[in-house]
């Protein structure tokens, strides 16, 4: 089991970054596969960008494609999502998520039902 807290969301200009951050306790960081997913008001829940366990294989979707970029640092309990180039489209609730794959060090995830845990959201809101 482990326990993930999101943290880094706020309010920017159309153009400007954040750096979002999930910091995960109560099991071994390295056996889970982490991914970002967002959703607004009236939409449903998708994919951002996930991540392997340990081997560093990254997934963007389209729309964030070039201007996000997922990390981990196993060492450290924590993922980051680093986010430049904000559109106001990208405004939505952002929740870490982790998958728990003890045998798979090189696969990344893009479907919430591959998750097991969740954290509880931040907001981010990109003013046009």
Known sequence: QVQLVESGGGLVQAGGSLRLSCAASGDTFSSYAMGWFRQAPGKERDVVAAISRSVGRRYYADSVKGRFTISRDNAKNTMFLQMNTLKPEDTAVYYCAAAYKPYSPS???????????WGQGTQVTVSS
């Open 107 to 117: 696969s990344y995830h893009t479907r919430g039902s591959e998750y097991d845990y």
